[in-house]
């Protein structure tokens, strides 16, 4: 049970590349969660997907495109990347139910040049 | 709109000592509260979960207390460790289902 992973970890960009951040979690989760994180911030959602076959906007979805693949996975793509979106993201599962907690990955530290 | 602070934004304390972490909400209307743990460079683990209902909760040297009405929570570390040193971040499940995140408490315990 390796929980929630994402891929990569690490992942230097220059400006107006694309990429595809992976996420994936073996818990039977329905929701899924894309968060970034910034110095001296909370977390902020970016992207959220309540169950499969479902996506929603967060905080902070400017410039983010997500994909839930399938039960299991959900990917977050820049599709031309921008210094302001250096940071670290994470991915976060979490079972059906209101009261249940999220569960996260390592993360990805993401630096745009 | 909800928002979530932690006060102080770091801590530095001697082995040993019992400590309180702070933890403020804005709207009381919350279905939870979670207290995590960051270390540098790593995920964030869950270290408690508080429900609305509840007044506080335990594991092992941890406590966590929520005060709804007021908007507080405090986790408390006893007998703390250097093990202990990382980052302690807050988050409130609020009204719209979603966690609203402090920006943490940066903790450091000297040996």
């Known amino acids: 049970n390796a929980g929630v992973t994402q891929t990569p970890k690490f992942q230097v960009l220059k400006t107006g590349q694309s990429m595809t951040l992976q996420c994936a979690q073996d818990?039977?989760?329905?929701?899924m969660y894309w968060y970034r994180q910034d110095p001296g911030m909370g977390l902020r959602l970016i992207y959220y997907?309540?169950?499969?076959?479902?996506?929603d906007k967060g905080e902070v979805p400017n410039g983010y495109n997500v994909s839930r693949l399938n039960k299991r996975e959900f990917s977050l793509r820049l599709e031309s990347a921008a210094p302001s979106q250096t940071s670290v993201y994470f991915c976060?599962?979490?079972?059906?139910?209101?009261?249940?907690?999220?569960?996260f990955g390592p993360g990805t530290r993401l630096t745009v040049l | 709109k909800q928002e979530v602070t932690q006060i102080p934004a770091a801590l530095s304390v001697p082995e040993g000592e019992n400590l309180v972490l702070n933890c403020s909400f804005t709207?009381?209307?919350?279905?939870?509260l979670q207290w995590f743990r960051q270390d540098p460079g790593k995920g964030l683990t869950s270290l408690l979960l508080?429900?609305?209902s509840q007044r506080e909760q335990t594991s092992g040297r941890l406590n966590a207390s929520l005060d709804k009405s007021s908007g507080r929570s405090t986790l408390y570390i006893a007998a703390s460790q250097p093990g202990d040193s990382a980052t302690y971040l807050c988050?409130?499940?609020?009204?719209?289902?979603?966690?609203?995140w402090g920006a943490g408490t940066k903790l450091i315990i000297k040996p």
């Open positions: 709207d009381s209307a919350i279905y939870n």
């Open positions: 976060a599962s979490r079972a059906a139910g209101s009261y249940n907690e999220q569960f």
């Open positions: 988050a409130v499940r609020d009204s719209n289902y979603q966690l609203i």
């Open positions: 818990m039977n989760h329905n929701s």
């Open positions: 508080i429900q609305s």
């Open positions: 997907s309540a169950s499969e076959g479902t996506t």
